[in-house]
């Protein structure tokens, strides 16, 4: 079953510290992964988008990795602010059938405190 | 530049009642999705379309119907509300289908959101 976890569910952090999420998936065939960051009641917004053969992309404070042979990734937020507080959702891609199926995370809500 | 807008952004309906969703993309996109958040679940593809005039069904179809009219229009209807479709729904669009490809064109793009409640 095609499916994709984040760790932790939520975390707190100290304004001006770094974190790392977790994202792991079981999701064939694989076509690309992606990192979401959604605001308390607003869309998600894109921040990397990485295909198989990439293994870091980074989008200013964010830089998210990608190990396919583990089938993992990560997304690291450098010197945290405080407008990071929000959720963050790892998204994989599957194309099957000529439709790119997405299947998303539950996410990782993250809280910066000052 | 208003990307995806959704109406309503609340509402609160009686089970047994109907409504619909609109969405609308001024980035004339060929790709439309509606998708359902609920909590502690990742978002779930309820229809999406390939282009103006098809629909077609996501994981979660039951209980909704779509029509594509026109190309930056995407509607969702509840025919008749019922209270496990309380959830915050999601309309998105991409240029191309959100596959393998890499291209500004891949990016999805969701709107705000809408909040629906079914007593």
């Known amino acids: 079953k095609n499916q994709v976890e984040q760790s932790p569910q939520s975390l707190i952090i100290l304004e001006g510290k770094n974190c790392t999420l977790q994202c792991n998936y079981t999701v064939s065939p694989f076509s690309n992964l992606r990192w979401y960051k959604q605001d308390t009641g607003r869309g998600p917004v894109s921040l990397t988008i990485m295909t198989f053969s990439e293994n870091t992309k980074s989008n200013g404070r964010y830089t998210a990795t990608l190990d396919a042979d583990t089938k993992q990734s990560s997304l690291h937020i450098t010197a945290s602010q405080l407008s990071d507080s929000a959720s963050y959702i790892c998204?994989?891609?599957?194309?099957?059938?000529?439709?790119?199926?997405?299947?998303f995370g539950a996410g990782t809500r993250l809280a910066v405190h000052p | 530049n208003a990307g995806v807008t959704q109406t309503p952004k609340f509402r609160v309906l009686k089970t047994g009642q109907s409504m619909t969703l609109l969405c609308a993309q001024d980035?004339?996109?060929?790709?439309m999705y509606w998708y359902r958040q609920d909590p502690g679940m990742g978002l779930r593809l309820i229809h999406y379309s390939v282009g103006e005039g098809t629909t077609a069904k996501g994981e979660v179809p039951d209980g909704y119907n779509v029509s594509r009219l026109k190309k930056q229009n995407f509607l969702l209807g509840l025919e008749s509300a019922a209270p496990s479709q309380t959830s915050v729904y999601f309309c998105a669009s991409s240029y191309r289908p959100a596959g393998p490809t890499l291209s500004s064109g891949n990016t999805i793009y969701f709107g705000e959101g809408s909040w629906l409640t079914v007593v």
């Open positions: 980035m004339n996109h060929e790709y």
């Open positions: 998204v994989v891609s599957s194309s099957t059938g000529g439709y790119n199926k997405l299947i």
